[in-house]
């Protein structure tokens, strides 16, 4: 990210995070440094995760965090692992109604083919 606004301890060098806008939906993706895993786990940046999910959710974006190829959907209520994802696979979020209120539900799908 080469946003001169994103504070000091965002900057990859310090967070071991990139943070970057995919073009084709305007997820956030939060691409972690494989050398350290558990980076975006540590304070402030899961907090923040966080807090982006929530904003962008209201948008109908998504904040999804990879460490390889793995992939975590940042929610505003934490995070939900997704597992290995490549580029034909896909996910949808669907709303849902839990135990403690209004919640949602995961699904993985297959890209479409255009």
């Known amino acids: 990210m080469t946003d001169a606004s994103v504070a000091e301890i965002w900057k990859p060098e310090r967070s071991r995070i990139v943070l970057s806008i995919f073009p084709g939906n305007g997820f956030l993706y939060a691409q972690v440094d494989p050398n350290s895993p558990q ?54 979020v669907e709303p849902a109604f839990g135990p403690d209120g209004p919640t949602f539900r995961v699904a993985r799908t297959q890209a479409s083919s255009s």
């Open 39 to 92: 980076a975006w786990r540590k304070q402030p940046y899961f907090e923040d995760l966080r807090r982006m999910a929530a904003g962008l959710q209201e948008l109908n974006r998504r904040v999804i965090v990879f460490v390889g190829e793995m992939a975590t959907l940042m929610t505003p209520q934490g995070a939900t692992p997704l597992g290995r994802m490549t580029p034909e696979e896909s996910f949808v």
